[in-house]
Each structure stands twice: as C-alpha cells, then as structure tokens.
C-alpha cells in the first residue's frame, strides 16, 4: 500500500512538475487582423459581385469530388488572389501537394497578398522550422489552434494537458480575397489530392462564391480571434532561417515530381477557377448557409444547443422522405442510433456509407461503429461499406477519386429528400459532437445531391449488408464480371484484425472516438 501511495505521488508530482514547466503562454493580447471584404478592387472580387448582382441572395457552388481538380482549384485560387488568403486546416502533410500548396502561399505573399494561415496543431508534425519561418515572411501569419507546448515528445504533452489536447480544429477552408472559398473535408496532404501510391480517399469539397464565401471568411475571424488560436511565434523558436531553404527546395523537387504524374499540367489545364470569368460559369446558383461550431468548444466552454451537431440532428428530424449519410467515421452514439432508427421506422429511407474494415484507417472507431450495426439494420437503416480494392464504375465521381491502389473513405456529407446537401468537415461520431470543432455548407441543389446519393447506388464499390438471422451479417457485393459476392465476416481481413477489433470494442473510450 505504501508503495502504491508513493507511485502515486510521484506521478502526481511529475505532472505538475510538466504543467509548471511547459506553460501556456499568455494569449489575451495579439495583433488584430479582420477579413477584406469582398470588393471590386480585385479581379476576383469584381467578377463575383457582378455575378451576384444576376443572381441576388444566392451563392455559386462547383463541387469538387476528383483529387486533382480539387488541388488544381487550390492552386488556381492562391494564384488569383490580390488582397487577402485565409487558410484553416487540421492537417497539412509535410509531402508533395503539402510543399506545392505551401510554397503558393509565399509566393503569393511575395506578391502583397496578405495570408493568415490558422492550423491545428496535431496535423502539422515536421514543419515547425517552416511554420517559423513563413510566419516571419512579410504579409504571413501562422497561429496555431490548441497548441503543444513540449515540442518533443509530443505524447508527453497529454499526461499534463490532456483535456485541452483531446479537442481539435477539424474545420477545413480555404478563402481569396472574400470572394471565393473553397472548404469541405479534404485536409492537404498527396492521399486527398489522388496523388501516388498507397491508399487514396475518397473526399468531398465544394467551391463557393459570393455570399457563401464571405460566411466562410467571417468564421474564419471568429476562429483567428479565438483564445484557442495561438500565433506561432509564442509556441515554436523564432528564427528558423532553414525553414525557408527546406520549402524551397522541397517545393522544387514537388514540382518536379508533380510534372511527371502530370499534375502541373492538370493545374494549369483546370478551369474551376478560370471559369469564374467566363459569360456562363459552370456555378449552380443558389441558397447556401454556413453552419459552423463556435471556436469555444476548443476550450470546452460551450452550451449544448450551440453545438453544430443540435443544429444537424434538427435538420435531419424535418426529413421527409429520405437521408443519405456519409462519413468516414460513423459512430452514432446511442442517441443517434436511436434518431436514425426512427427516421427509418417513420417511413425515411435511411442509408450510410461508411468505412468497411480493411478501408478504414482508424480501426478504433471501426469496433465501436460494429456495435450499432445490428439495431441499425433491424430497423430499416441501410448499411454500406467501401471496399479498399472497388470494382471502378463509370460514374466520374468515385472513379477518379479512387485510382489508387487503395481506397478509403474521408468524405462527409448527407443528402435529405434529395433536395438539400450538408458537406463540410463533420463526421457523425462522438468527437466531431462533442470535441472537436466542426464546419460545412448547407446547399440547396437537387443536382448536387442526386450526384452524392449515386455514391450509394454502386454495387461494386461497396458491401451492403444485411442480417441472414438476427444478429448474423452478411456482407453483398459485385465482382468485375457483375457477379454477387457474399461475405459472412468482415471482408477481406485477417481472423487477427477481427479479433482486434472484437477487443477494443470492451475498452470505454468511445466518447474520444
């Protein structure tokens, strides 16, 4: 007992010892910096008022659904921004299309346009010199969102921080000059752009102009102004003179490499954004509303009812006639089960697409999902799975998204009564609810929403499962040749994986998942 007490203590003490040590540093005063407004002095802006002067009260929305055209529009809108970028990303990758990206924002700052750059800091391992030495380049400022104050070993930074560690960023966007904005679920990195080898993911964006795009850049504010938000100067070493020598010349042998998988030529080719200038843009005009979470819920300060899933699970309950979820990670949690259960059993066709198994790569959140799957189906929600290795169809959309070798599912979005698409960065499982913050588009297009609901209607990418007896799954798929496939475990796994999963389903940690 007495060396129990002992142990105890000096875990105790080591902690608070690492508290007293490794500080958060004061955080009430910083440089203020507001949004630009959309205005007629840019190019950009401009086009986009006249073309909202055609089309009052309605935003112009492309959806961006192929890895390359969604980096290309990226790229094109950084290119075409004069005044303002304002950029917010819970991971940015240290690989190819993440030095592309970062060197388009300082050349663009080179040029006078004014970049704030907000990250999480639990997706940006590696680019502390970078993240410096952009920040000290004029017109750039980087803060980072709930910051690790231990540099190396991050890890140790949970056993004195955990609770505000354990809630994250996850909004994604990218804003030019107030006018156009581009946000969704892709984070930057080479597997969401379907660039090389390895898995590639299936993911959803959407470009936005007009009156979409100045929510966007107001929620930035909020989120840049927000106690969470921490300039870079305050956590990492100043004066990283390599950083900018390391961009560089890892943007060079990115271009390099991005020039033989034709990459450069897709960006240069992409008309996503050139198009904004032409008689007829290829936009879809009309109503869009941005729901997001108040940045306080990074600090765990926020009331229920206004956390963005209330607003969500009150947009599903007014469906009339069917719901098509899709999201990476779907745990719906004992309350949500029960609400999507109900939507099925009023008469609501129900479905979710989610990661299967050997497609997911977070098989925590898999074991929790397998614990809905039974009273889910029993009454009436239908279930599906992505396959790693799909049968490609013809439809575009999933086709170019999942040219690798192979596949995963990233995308979030769902489709009600074929009328209204919510996509943004928020999966249905307990974090997104209640830990971390959370954006997307609300869009009222049947077009769109049709083009999503077809994800679900594709035999040969997915498993659909069914229960050959209560509490017995099967799992239903096409091969090449058309024929049925039946399942009667997890595809494609080993009895260990299973076994795994089996496991970590009796550890209570699904409130983090």
């Known amino acids: 007992m007495t060396t129990v007490v002992f142990l105890a203590g000096l875990i105790v003490a080591l902690i608070l010892g690492l508290r007293l040590r490794y500080p958060l540093p004061a955080n009430a005063v910083r440089r203020g910096s507001r949004r630009m407004p959309i205005s007629g002095r840019t190019a950009l ?87 410096s030495a952009l920040d000290g380049l004029e017109n750039v400022e980087v803060r980072l969102f709930n910051p690790y104050v231990l540099r190396r070993p991050r890890p140790l930074n949970y056993l004195f921080d955990f609770l505000r560690l354990n809630r994250r960023m996850h909004n994604k966007a990218m804003t030019a000059d107030g006018a156009v904005t581009i946000l969704g679920g892709r984070n930057i990195g080479d597997g969401y752009f379907a660039y090389g080898p390895g898995v590639h993911i299936f993911d959803f964006d959407v470009l936005a102009a007009g009156p979409a795009a100045e929510e966007a850049a107001c929620t930035f504010d909020h989120y840049w102004a927000s106690a969470s938000a921490y300039p870079v100067a305050r956590i990492l070493k100043a004066g990283h003179p ?23 030529e897709a960006i240069r080719a992409s008309a996503v954004v050139a198009d904004l200038w032409e008689e007829e843009p290829a936009l879809e005009w009309t109503r869009v509303t941005l729901y997001s979470d108040d940045p306080a819920k990074g600090t765990g300060v926020l009331a229920d009812e206004k956390l963005l899933i209330t607003t969500l699970s009150a947009l599903l309950e007014r469906a009339r006639h069917s719901v098509d979820v899709t999201s990476a990670y779907f745990v719906p949690g004992p309350l949500g089960s029960r609400r999507l259960r109900g939507l099925a059993e009023r008469g609501v066709r129900t479905r979710v697409l989610t990661n299967s198994l050997e497609s997911t790569n977070v098989v925590s959140v898999h ?67 209640r830990l971390n913050t959370e954006m997307g588009f609300l869009i009222e297009s049947p077009r769109l929403a049709g083009l999503l609901s077809r994800t679900l209607d594709l035999p040969a990418t997915t498993y659909a499962l069914s229960q050959s007896r209560p509490g017995r799954l099967t799992w239903r798929t096409r091969d090449g ?29 699904e409130w983090m998942l």
């Open 367 to 433: 074991s929790a999902y397998m614990g809905y799957r039974t009273a889910l189906l029993s009454a009436g929600v239908s279930l599906y799975e992505l396959r790693a290795h799909p049968v490609f169809p013809h439809e575009r959309l999933m086709r170019h998204a999942l040219a690798g070798s192979t596949a995963s599912l990233h995308a979030k979005t769902f489709v009600m009564d074929g009328e209204r698409v919510f996509i943004g960065s928020f999966n249905f499982d307990p974090r997104s609810a």
């Open 481 to 509: 040749d058309g024929n049925e496939v039946l399942w009667h475990h997890e595809p494609n796994t080993r009895l260990i994986n299973r076994l795994r999963t089996r496991v970590l389903r009796l550890l209570p940690m």
């Open 242 to 264: 390599s950083g900018l020598d390391r961009l560089h010349a890892a943007a060079e042998t990115a271009r390099e490499t991005l020039q033989g998988q034709d990459y450069v």
């Open 45 to 131: 802006g401009a086009r986009v008022l006249a073309l909202m002067h055609h089309h009052p009260r309605r935003s112009g929305v492309h959806p961006l659904g192929d890895g390359r055209e969604a980096l290309a529009a990226r790229v094109r809108l950084a290119r075409a921004a004069e005044e303002s970028l304002d950029l917010q990303y819970y991971i940015w990758k240290a690989d190819t299309t993440g030095w592309l990206l970062l060197d388009e924002l300082r050349a663009a700052a080179a040029r006078g346009v004014r970049v704030r750059l907000l990250l999480d800091d639990n997706g940006v391992r590696g680019l502390d010199d970078v993240m």
